[in-house]
Nanobody
Framework: QLQASGGGLVQAGGSLRLSCATI????????ICWFRKAPRREREGVSC????????YYSWLAKGRFTISRDTAKNTVYLEMNGLEPEDTAVYSC???????????????????WGQGTQVTVSS
């Protein structure tokens, strides 16, 4: 089970930290990715992290602005978002997939677990 939180309303240039709490599965065997879905736009992959060794991956929209991390003691993954722009407005969701069949470009639909989304709204 995954529980996403931390969304909200922020002005352009502001920051938010999203959290994805994992419950009930082996932290080391999974990768967790953040995706976002804005109205009238396709779902986009944002960033991923391999929970066991902490290897991170970023899409073009996240590089230089967002940082993904994990807290193994809390079984939680974070997405620190800085320099937010109105174009970042979307519902952000986390998803988990077993490493045995995961790669950086695994489609959202192929993940094993999904959390509910958290709304991020950036005002201009």
């Amino acid at each position: 089970q995954l529980q996403a939180s931390g969304g909200g309303l922020v002005q352009a240039g502001g920051s938010l930290r999203l959290s994805c709490a994992t419950i009930g599965f082996s932290f080391d065997d999974y990768a967790i990715c953040w995706f976002r879905k804005a109205p009238r736009r396709e779902r986009e992959g944002v960033s991923c992290i391999r929970l066991g060794d902490g290897t991170t991956y970023y899409s073009w929209l996240a590089k230089g602005r967002f940082t993904i991390s994990r807290d193994t003691a809390k079984n939680t993954v974070y997405l620190e978002m800085n320099g937010l722009e109105p174009e970042d407005t979307a519902v952000y969701s986390c998803a988990a997939d077993q490493l045995s069949d995961w790669h950086e470009h695994t489609p959202y639909e192929d993940y094993d677990y999904w959390g509910q989304g958290t709304q991020v709204t950036v005002s201009s």
